[in-house]
């Protein structure tokens, strides 16, 4: 079975780091283009960012470039998603999803579960 | 920036009536245009691909149309579990590829 399994759910204060995760199974995870998609409390759907865990090219919204870090670990089959200082408007469910195809422009067809982050001091 | 704007926010239709959602892109997306389904509590669900293409599994009472700026996801006999909040998406236009539509709650009338 394709799948994407993410981390926990996070509580985090102001200022702190966070690193989340989204591991993919039942497909060659170096062979799909993985993107993060945010989602604040009862609002719409936001992208963020994308990444070939094959060769680590990374994209950014220009929305989200600057604000987060995206990488993968291919020998781990593992995308990640980081930030260095967090914000209480960082509070959000996070979900990563795969591209239906290793070309870039294509629908997100697998989505993880979603990691919930909250942010509060 | 492209802006995909859906309507209407909220529709409203009984059990086994026809539901139709539109969405409009601020320029043309060929037929890079993508429908999820969200129910609460869950991740996105994608529905239909390529404006017009149903992804594995989904069942053919859903269905897409349009090209360029217009947009529609027809759902031709409502089930229960249809009732959720649907999305579109273009992923045509870089830097703001994949962007999102504000959503569509269907609702039980």
């Known amino acids: 079975e394709v799948q994407l399994v993410q981390s926990g759910a996070e509580v985090k204060k102001p200022g702190e780091s966070l690193k989340i995760s989204c591991k993919g199974s039942?497909?060659?995870?170096?062979?799909?283009?993985i993107g993060w998609v945010r989602q604040m409390p009862g609002k719409g759907l936001e992208w963020m960012g994308i990444?070939?865990?094959?060769?680590?090219?990374?994209r950014y919204s220009p929305s989200f470039q600057g604000q987060v870090t995206i990488s993968a670990d291919k020998s781990i089959s593992t995308a990640y998603l980081q930030w260095s200082s967090l914000k209480a408007s960082d509070t959000a469910m996070y979900y990563c999803?795969?591209?239906?195809?290793?070309?870039?422009?294509?629908?997100?067809?697998?989505w993880g579960q979603g990691t919930m982050v909250t942010v509060s001091s | 920036e492209i802006v995909m704007t859906q309507s209407p926010a909220t529709l409203s239709v009984s059990p086994g009536e026809r539901a139709t959602l539109s969405c409009r892109a601020s320029?043309?997306?060929?037929?890079?245009l993508a429908w999820y389904q969200q129910k609460p509590g869950q991740a996105p669900r994608l529905l239909i691909y390529g404006a017009s293409t149903r992804a594995t599994g989904i069942p053919a009472r859903f269905s897409g149309s349009g090209s360029g700026t217009e947009f529609t996801l027809t759902i031709s006999s409502l089930q229960s579990e249809d009732f959720a909040v649907y999305y579109c998406?273009?992923?045509?236009?870089?830097?703001?590829?994949?962007?999102f539509g504000q959503g569509t709650k269907l609702e039980i009338k």
């Open positions: 998406q273009q992923y045509n236009n870089w830097p703001y590829m994949y962007t």
């Open positions: 039942g497909y060659s995870f170096t062979s799909y283009w």
């Open positions: 999803a795969r591209l239906g195809s290793s070309q870039l422009g294509d629908a997100f067809d697998i």
């Open positions: 320029q043309s997306v060929s037929s890079n």
């Open positions: 990444i070939y865990p094959g060769d680590s090219d990374t």
